[in-house]
């Protein structure tokens, strides 16, 4: 880095620390506030409960770049200015409205004032754009203090810490900033002794008993507020599912008494019954009532027709939709009780079909009856949809065009077809270059039909059993066109697909039959490049060639709130492929006749995604992702597609697109290391067995604009190279050939779409030779690089992870 880059980059960030020119007299800054709990007892969340908050800050330094807008904005904000502009547009906007004789007129000039006078209004109370995005400083202040104090000790009296005591103290730091520590003792914790109940209505009684293992609050526990509101929620909702339909928490009360001993709780929780009424009624199910064409006009005045299956009322104008395949969706049944959980069930699932705008269901107590009425609105039948955006995979955005055609109720069992293609082309590193970035177009074209439900031969009851589970079988026929610097490459494909989901987090899907035929024509150079790699041992050259590929494919896949910023969440997803498994059962002849390239093959891959919040500003997220392919076939390689790659914007982003590996195998040296630096990535790195992990700490600065610092650790191996075992995976040696990258990147998150731009610098190549592997010393922005690492820029959209 060169001195005058290194003066901007010093002087930009000194200009963004915490300073004290901002001050008045005797103002201090607050500049760290902590909890001191005594050693397990967990108080993180005490944090929350600050008055006031510090200042965003790039930790550990004391750059603050929402305290620099703050107050680049003040200095050229004026509010008298706004003031002024204010009047003039009352004065302009009463004048029009006096002079017009129009109400229609009147009420358009009337909407407009209020919205100019509404924005400056904001400005006014707010400041300007940079004043609202920024942050002034935090000045200490001890009455801020004092309630802070109360609001921590009042939660940990909600705790059943009912004599804690919370010391709060601070200390003066340099350049008049202060740190304040809260200092608790928590005193002796109170825990229940003794749960007892009072429920007059025996039925309520046994089924809050019987349901008692998964309480909230259990005995030999602390006291918990918030464990006392939750048990309350958790209570209204296992009555109602048996049938309370008219059943309210306010019923539910709990009474503490900690008078016998000390640091014990008696608790007494009852349920009243209603005054009116004096018990607890349950409801069962008189009727099912199910329209599933509200909003449809009768063409001929008709009347609603009435059909009934499986003990379901269907009303409607035109038997559209097939009444077995709605009633699968319908979980609660004719002289059942009343369920919630089940009515959620039915909503939900109804509305997976993707046939309907709306789904309701209503319940009617009216004459001492108890009838459901179920609404749905069918959809359009014929929808067409265009998109245009960018696309951003492994390389530089491109512009994208698509279309989509939707069929819905194809065949009158609310099948859904689907016609839609695919146009686009996007900056990409060639397979056999190492300097900039080349285009590659891509075109697809699909057409699928997708059934609400497995197409096996399953009986009637099966049916109706795995409905809950939202079971879908797609049909699909495809076309893939590629072209890139190097190659051209079509793909032709039919498969069926099976899925399904379980208790809203688990999504499985299984394909028994997916085939495809693939057709490639390769530049001369790239052939060139093939075959030395063949007369090296490398068998790349063989995924090149016309080919038939069939696989059975199952996934898996588990979602806990993963993709919510502000919540602790997992993402799991594993994928197990056997490709050529059909070739040896039976080999159709047109392989034999086309001259195809048969496949048979094993392909697992396992990825484990990690977000953890740490505030309301700052996270940390952490990913795994392996995996493992074996060719088995004569020619001894896998699908190109199938192999694995490290390395971009997803990946380790240290290093190029697809450049990293294999092993500690380096690559060639460039001839001129001068202008392109040390090694030569002119070649895509396919391989067998990929291990790589990802950590990243995330956090906002200002606005949607926030930062990243981030490491990742990896590498991807062969398994059936003969000609460098250094490329070749093996268990005494692959934890030595890890490569580690680090760096730091932006995200514009502007909700609907996150921009991502991350700057990825090596700090360990295991391709060097040994005892010279710690390259981050070696790092340069700019060229010349000559033996130094040219770091790697990455745009991307969304997260790596």
Not at 66 to 79: A, C, L
Not at 638 to 653: D, H, I, Q, T, W
Request: with cysteine; charged share 20%.
């Amino acid at each position: 880095m060169s001195c005058s880059l290194g003066f901007w980059l010093a002087a930009a960030l000194l200009s963004g620390c915490i300073g004290t020119k901002h001050l008045e007299e005797n103002q201090k800054i607050l500049y760290h506030q902590t909890v001191k709990l005594p050693k397990g007892i967990p108080g993180e969340d005490l944090k929350t409960l600050f008055v006031q908050k510090v200042n965003t800050r790039i930790k550990p330094t004391a750059i603050s770049v929402p305290v620099t807008m703050y107050y680049m904005g003040k200095k050229k904000f004026s509010q008298e200015k706004f003031f002024k502009r204010r009047t003039r547009i009352e004065k302009k906007y009463d004048a029009k409205i006096a002079a017009s004789q129009n109400q229609k007129r009147i009420a358009i000039y009337q909407y407009r004032k209020q919205n100019k006078v509404d924005a400056l209004n904001k400005k006014i109370d707010n400041g300007n754009f940079f004043m609202q995005w920024g942050e002034p400083l935090t000045v200490f202040d001890t009455s801020a203090m004092r309630k802070t104090k109360e609001k921590i000790k009042n939660a940990l009296f909600n705790r059943g810490y009912f004599q804690a005591v919370v010391n709060p103290t601070f200390h003066l730091l340099k350049k008049r900033r202060v740190s304040v520590e809260y200092k608790i003792i928590t005193g002796r914790p109170h825990t229940y002794d003794t749960i007892f109940f009072n429920i007059p209505d025996t039925k309520v009684l046994k089924i809050i008993l019987n349901n008692q293992l998964l309480s909230f609050v259990k005995k030999g526990e602390l006291y918990n507020q918030d464990k006392l509101s939750k048990e309350r929620d958790r209570i209204d909702q296992v009555l109602k599912d048996n049938g309370f339909y008219d059943f309210s928490k306010q019923f539910i009360d709990f009474i503490v008494d900690t008078t016998s001993v000390k640091g014990k709780i008696k608790l007494q929780m009852e349920i009243l019954n209603p005054a009116k009424r004096g018990y607890h009624k349950q409801f069962k199910l008189d009727s099912i009532i199910f329209t599933p064409d509200v909003g449809v006009k009768s063409k001929e005045n008709l009347h609603r027709q009435t059909s009934f299956y499986r003990h379901i009322t269907f009303n409607r104008y035109d038997v559209e939709f097939n009444q077995r395949l709605l009633a699968q969706r319908v979980f609660i049944s004719k002289d059942s009780l009343y369920s919630r959980t089940e009515t959620m069930n039915t909503q939900r699932q109804l509305a997976n079909l993707d046939n309907f705008k709306f789904v309701n269901v209503n319940y009617d107590t009216v004459g001492g009856r108890f009838v459901a009425n179920l609404f749905t609105s069918p959809s359009d039948r014929y929808t067409w949809t265009n998109e245009a955006g960018m696309t951003v995979s492994q390389g530089f955005p491109g512009p994208y065009i698509s279309t989509n055609f939707k069929r819905r109720n194809l065949f009158g069992g609310l099948e859904i077809l689907e016609i839609n293609g695919r146009f686009g082309f996007e900056g990409v590193a060639a397979v056999t270059s190492a300097s900039g970035f080349y285009r590659s177009t891509e075109a697809t074209g699909n057409v699928s039909v997708t059934f609400p439900q497995f197409l096996f031969p399953f009986q009637n009851a099966a049916q109706f059993r795995y409905a809950r589970n939202n079971p879908r079988t797609k049909i699909l026929a495809g076309y893939t066109y590629t072209d890139r610097p190097e190659y051209q490459r079509s793909i032709t494909t039919i498969a069926a697909t099976y899925s399904w989901d379980l208790k809203k987090r688990w999504v499985f899907s299984f394909s028994p039959a997916t085939l495809n035929v693939i057709n490639s024509t390769i530049t001369t150079p790239f052939q060139d490049t093939l075959q030395a790699l063949q007369a090296r041992g490398n068998n790349l050259i063989n995924a090149f060639k016309p080919s038939y590929v069939s696989s059975m494919i199952f996934t898996l896949t588990w979602n806990e709130n993963y993709g919510l910023a502000q919540k602790n969440s997992t993402f799991i997803r594993t994928t197990l492929e056997s490709g050529g498994t059909l070739l040896n059962l039976y080999s159709p002849k047109f392989i034999q006749d086309q001259g195809l390239e048969p496949y048979k093959y094993i392909r697992v891959s396992f990825d484990y995604r990690k977000n953890i919040p740490i505030s309301k500003t700052t996270a940390f997220a952490y990913r795994f992702n392996s995996g493992f392919g074996f060719a088995y076939s004569p020619n001894k390689v896998l699908p190109y597609e199938k192999n694995f790659f490290a390395g971009g914007s997803n990946s380790l982003r240290a290093w190029r697109p697809r450049r990293l590996g294999l092993g500690s195998a380096p690559p060639m040296l460039n001839t001129n290391p001068s202008g392109n630096g040390y090694f030569n990535y002119s070649l895509e790195k396919p391989g067998q067995v990929l291990l790589e992990g990802s950590a990243e700490w995330r956090q906002k600065l200002v606005g949607f604009l926030n930062y990243a610092l981030f490491v990742d650790v990896g590498n991807v191996w062969g398994l059936q190279l003969s000609n460098d075992n250094r490329a070749n995976f093996s268990w005494d040696r692959f934890y030595q050939q890890f490569a580690v990258g680090t760096g730091f990147g932006l995200r514009f998150d502007f909700t609907f779409l996150i921009l991502r731009f991350d700057v990825g610098i090596k700090a360990w190549d295991p391709a060097r030779p040994p005892g010279s592997r710690f390259v981050l010393p070696l790092a340069s922005f700019h060229a010349p690089y000559a033996y130094h690492e040219p770091v790697i820029y990455n745009i991307g959209i969304g997260y790596p992870f």
